[in-house]
């Protein structure tokens, strides 16, 4: 059983940054089965960024150099650095563990034209 909350969210002119977190309970396999991903109103949901087992990162091509995806692990928290914002970006954001086993409520960001 695991449990994921995501925050951070807010409004942000666009250019900005933001740094989004998902505290981790339970007990997940290795937060390396973690990503992010993210929803806009009528669009699909996408995977903006996850790890691999080993450990590398991939991005979507959309967030390629301006997001980051990182861990604490002392604090069992992922964490979606988000620079150089678009309203593109504009979405609610999720975290996911697990390969997709487990999902968070979102967070919203907005990125203001």
């Known amino acids: 059983?695991?449990?994921?909350?995501?925050?951070?969210?807010?409004l942000v002119q666009h250019g900005g940054s933001l740094r989004l977190s998902c505290t981790i309970s339970g007990s997940t396999s290795s937060f390396y089965t973690m990503?992010?991903?993210r929803q806009a109103p009528g669009k699909q949901r996408e995977l903006v960024a996850?790890?691999?087992?080993?450990g590398?990162?991939?991005y979507a091509d959309s967030v390629k150099g301006r997001f980051t995806i990182?861990?604490?692990n002392a604090k069992n928290t992922?964490?979606?650095q988000m620079t150089s914002l678009?309203?593109?970006?504009?979405?609610?954001y999720y975290c996911s563990a697990d390969?997709?086993?487990?999902?968070?409520?979102?967070?919203?960001?907005?990125?203001?034209s």
């Open 50 to 54: 996850r790890f691999t087992i080993g």
């Open 99 to 112: 390969r997709g086993t487990w999902w968070g409520q979102g967070t919203q960001v907005t990125v203001s």
């Open 78 to 80: 992922v964490y979606l």
């Open 35 to 37: 990503g992010w991903s």
């Open 1 to 10: 059983q695991v449990r994921l909350v995501e925050s951070g969210g807010g």
């Open 56 to 58: 590398s990162t991939i």
């Open 70 to 72: 990182s861990t604490d």
């Open 86 to 92: 678009k309203p593109e970006d504009t979405a609610v």
